[in-house]
């Protein structure tokens, strides 16, 4: 033992590379980008399939909780209000009173 810590058996890194369609957005670099796009399942079955994953997520972190709060859907509450404002912009930026002089 050295300094009171046990040595255990060497750490290995991982013994073959993660194909890039198969690593997360965050772990994907800027110019494997493309191809990794490219590599992601882009039918009608595909899109649901991943709106589905992001539902699972979403609910399971924020609504799912033993101990929740009002963040979960406050937070969906924001991204509706923010959403729906950037879809009107242009219909309340022609909206507004102006001055003619």
Known sequence: MILGCKLSAPVKMADRP???VEKR??????G???TWIGGRDATPNG???A???GHDRYYNKYINVKKGGIGGIAMLLVGYV???YLWEY???KHDR???YH
């Open 18 to 20: 993660v194909p890039i």
């Open 82 to 84: 923010a959403i729906s």
């Open 25 to 30: 957005l965050l772990d994907v670099k800027l």
């Open 90 to 92: 242009d219909h309340i």
């Open 97 to 99: 009173w102006r001055k």
């Open 51 to 53: 709106l589905r994953r």
């Open 47 to 49: 899109i649901f399939a």
């Open 32 to 34: 494997e980008l493309v």
